[in-house]
C-alpha cells in the first residue's frame, strides 16, 4: 500500500499526472484517494511505463515527480 504521506506530498499538478496514469492502466475510474491502496509494486511499475507513454512537453515533470516518489516508495 501506499502511505497517504507520499501521495500528500505531491503537488497539484503531480497528483494529476499520477491519477491520469493509475486511470489509464487501469481503465478504471479511480479518485486520488484510492491511490494509497493499491499495491507499491503495482504503483511503482506504472510509474516506469508511463514514463516512456507521457507527452515529451511534460517528460520533465513527470520525471521530476518520479524522482520526488522514488526515495519514499524506498521507505515504504
Do not use: W
Amino acid at each position: 500500500m501506499i502511505h497517504s504521506d507520499l501521495l500528500n506530498s505531491l503537488t497539484d499538478n503531480e497528483k494529476v499526472m499520477v491519477l491520469a496514469c493509475i486511470r489509464h492502466a487501469t481503465k478504471g475510474d479511480y479518485k486520488y484517494t484510492d491511490i494509497q491502496y493499491m499495491r507499491k509494486h503495482f504503483f511503482r511499475e506504472v510509474l516506469e511505463v508511463y514514463y516512456n507513454i507521457v507527452a515529451a512537453e511534460h517528460k520533465p515533470a513527470y520525471k521530476e515527480m518520479v524522482d520526488k516518489i522514488n526515495p519514499q516508495l524506498k521507505l515504504l
